[in-house]
């Protein structure tokens, strides 16, 4: 019985042994557990440039909303149909998920790592290292739900990051302008261009601070400029502080590398090439306009003349692909570079600044530089360029319309392949006038994004709370600063 006793005791003891092993089965002993907080950096600058570049209907319709291409056959996307795609969900599950939360871990990541057992010169260097670090994340970040906002309207920001509430509250979208642009001041203020920063991890600037300077000046410079109908005073205060040390000429732009390999190819390649889509086309909105002004950036933007003449396909149609004019080659490339901020954006801007009083300067100074380094981008010739500059329906002076329409239109050219903002700059100075197509889902070119129809479903008392402060969950409800 004793002996029985003994063995059932030792039993017990063994189990209780494995019991506590196999609690450690499923854990991997060479996975990381941390990464590092550069590499979260890295890792998100990448997911936001292939965000704004990529033209995947299921995540980026900006193309098509900004009227500069369109689609052959299958058309839902360029008649406003976000529905069918769950468009709104994937571009905000990038956006938060894939990008704002990487920041946000490689901020916590990098704010934790100690500087230990060296000299004090060396602490002294490695800490403002630290904090270039944390404020280069901070103007990103800014970025992002700048982006976020003026795709919604209202949407969680401060309950928004963690991840164990589900169901995060709304913040009104202008509140939250004013604490990204607070956020970015002080990002600003920390910087400092001494010491360096992420090197070769960051994918835009290569670790320069003067460039990130630069780039946050510019991104305050675009917030001012949103803010120009609906707080002429604080964004003349923005604009004042920003204009003097902006992105005004294109070895400043914010690019990013792609290369001639998966995985690390331009995105356009892998929705144009790759996957063997012929569906992207020209729209006839963008190509009319710049066959009417004879502008010498037609053949790198376009392509396959119809005797002799490019043609745009009607926007929205169904249509025969071969029938049509085509994307110019360089969009078929796999190492384009991605643009995330470029000269002519920010010489428009100055531009708009000077009509508005925000600044002093010549309008017609920047407009011409602006257009300028667009051509000079694209590969056109100084002496095309004059001529366009030159031309009555170019010319600041003699061009048709207001500022707004000068610049808009222009500005409108310029920003072709960057649909995000050509977007947004369509909504904020209200032109070109473009108009929905005859068989739309809806009757106006959308003003957002409708939000993603699991939030309804998920998180229904932030969403309906949402809803009915901006003014409905609708295609044509304005964001905050679209009062015109």
């Known amino acids: 019985m004793m002996i029985k006793k003994i063995i059932l005791i030792g039993l017990g003891l063994v189990l209780a042994q494995c019991s506590s092993d196999l609690e450690g089965l499923n854990d991997n002993g060479k996975a990381f557990t941390d990464v590092p907080g550069e590499t979260l950096m890295s890792n998100a600058q990448r997911e936001l440039a292939d965000q704004l570049v990529n033209t995947n209907v299921n995540t980026n319709v900006f193309r098509l909303f900004a009227q500069q291409w369109s689609e052959a056959t299958y058309v839902d996307e360029a008649r406003y149909n976000i529905i069918t795609r769950s468009i709104p969900e994937r571009h905000w599950n990038i956006m938060y998920r894939d990008i704002l939360k990487d920041f946000d871990e490689a901020s916590i990541n990098i704010e934790a790592e100690e500087i230990l ?13 630290k904090s270039n670090k944390l404020a280069i994340i901070q103007i990103q970040e800014t970025l992002a739900w700048q982006i976020l906002v003026d795709t919604f309207g209202d949407i969680p920001f401060t309950e928004a990051l963690d991840v164990d509430n589900i169901n995060p509250a709304y913040t009104d979208d202008e509140a939250i302008y004013t604490t990204i642009i607070d956020n970015l001041n002080s990002a600003l203020d920390a910087l400092d261009p001494t010491y ?6 960051d994918l835009y600037y290569g670790g320069d601070v003067a460039s990130w300077i630069t780039f946050g000046n510019s ?12 707080n002429p005073t604080l964004a003349a205060q923005l604009v004042s502080e920003a204009a003097n040390n902006v992105i005004i000429s294109n070895d400043q732009n914010a690019t990013i590398s792609y290369f001639g390999s998966t995985p690390n190819t331009n995105p356009l390649w892998v929705d144009l090439v790759q996957s063997n889509r012929r569906d992207f086309v020209p729209a006839d909105t963008f190509v009319e306009t710049v066959n009417d002004l004879e502008d010498p950036r037609r053949d790198v933007f376009l392509s396959d003349p119809v005797d002799g003449e490019y043609l745009g396909a009607p926007y929205g ?11 110019g080659d360089i969009f ?24 508005r009083g925000f600044i002093t300067g010549v309008a017609a100074d920047y407009y011409n530089d602006a ?30 319309g207001t500022y707004k329409q000068k610049i808009g239109i222009q500005k409108w050219i310029g920003l072709y392949n960057r649909g995000f903002e050509a977007w947004t700059e369509f909504r904020r100075l209200d032109y070109p006038q473009l108009e929905a197509p005859a068989a739309s889902a809806f009757d106006a070119v959308p003003l957002r994004f409708t939000y993603p129809v699991i939030e309804q479903n998920l998180n229904n008392s932030g969403y ?4 009915s402060a901006i003014g409905g969950d609708e295609l044509d409800t304005p964001i905050f600063w679209d009062v015109n």
């Open 219 to 230: 991104l305050k410079l675009r917030l001012g400029m949103h803010l120009a109908d609906v």
């Open 317 to 327: 149609s169904t249509i025969t692909y071969d029938d049509y004019s085509h994307l």
């Open 196 to 201: 360096g920063s992420f090197g070769d991890q």
């Open 117 to 129: 057992n060296v000299s004090p010169a060396q602490f002294t260097e490695d800490t403002a290292v």
């Open 371 to 400: 257009i300028t380094a667009s051509m000079v981008y694209w590969g056109v010739s100084d002496t095309d360029a004059a001529t366009y500059l030159a031309q009555p329906s170019v010319a600041y002076a003699t061009a048709e």
């Open 332 to 355: 078929f490339t796999p190492t384009l570079e991605g643009v995330i901020f470029d000269a002519a954006e920010g010489n428009f801007l100055l531009a708009e600044a000077v009509e």
């Open 464 to 467: 309906s709370a949402a809803a």
